[in-house]
């Protein structure tokens, strides 16, 4: 497992397998891991800022995805905002399930205990691997996602926890994301569905509904 230590620090640069990833550790003991998935043309730097309004005190996992399209990186490759390559997902899924696994052994943390917060084109990678490969993550929050998968095979998600944030103003993903809360509620996952006032972008309100939804989360468990 290259480049991952799991030695005390700041901030440590690191890639596992072939996916580059930053770790940002908090100044005291973490009580949670979050693992970030960001939006297209962004990387591994966006989402922090954000985590870190979420739970201060988590350990951040920072991952880039490995996919280059119009010129940034993303987490697997498009024809249109709402079409998607197929082979490209399901590779790059299978390729995020393994380097999920091996991060959790070379970190020291719980993959079942992990949340993955996961904003547009991330998120949607989030659920394709729940849905893919069921077994690695059972918490996420989805910022701005949509269906993705063409053929979704008969997963069961009775595990999973997962917080839904679409924006009220997002005219390209907004009329999707009930379809894709309705999937997954169909695969048995408890989902919190909420709305934010917001376009595609996130912000403050985000935070606040992530913030709250992982203490209801590690209250119960």
Not at 37 to 49: I, Y
Not at 147 to 162: F, K, Y
Not at 170 to 177: E, K, M, N
Not at 198 to 221: I, N, P, T
Request: proline share 6%; charged share 20%.
């Amino acid at each position: 497992m290259s480049g991952i230590s799991p030695a005390a620090g700041g901030e440590d640069p690191g890639s596992a397998l072939s996916f580059h990833c930053r770790i940002h550790r908090p100044a005291g003991p973490a009580g949670l891991t979050l693992v970030l998935l960001h939006g297209s043309g962004a990387d591994e730097t966006s989402l922090v800022p954000l985590a870190r309004e979420i739970a201060p005190d988590a350990l951040l996992l920072a991952v880039r995805g490995r996919v280059v399209q119009d010129g940034g990186p993303r987490w697997f490759a498009r024809v249109t905002p709402t079409r998607f390559v197929q082979e490209s997902i399901r590779a790059e899924a299978a390729a995020f399930a393994g380097f999920a696994r091996s991060a959790a052994g070379a970190l020291r943390f719980d993959l079942s205990r992990a949340v993955f917060l996961g904003y547009s084109n991330g998120a949607n990678l989030v659920t394709s691997v729940m849905l893919l490969n069921p077994d690695v993550i059972t918490r996420a929050v989805l910022l701005r996602a949509i269906p993705v998968l063409d053929h979704v095979p008969g997963t069961d998600l009775s595990a999973a926890r997962i917080l839904a944030i679409s924006g009220t103003a997002d005219v390209t993903y907004a009329p999707f994301a009930s379809t894709l809360v309705e999937l997954l509620r169909r695969h048995g996952a408890e989902v919190e569905d909420r709305v934010v006032p917001a376009g595609h972008e996130f912000g403050a309100d985000d935070a606040a509904l992530a913030r709250d939804w992982l203490m209801k989360l590690q209250r119960r468990h």
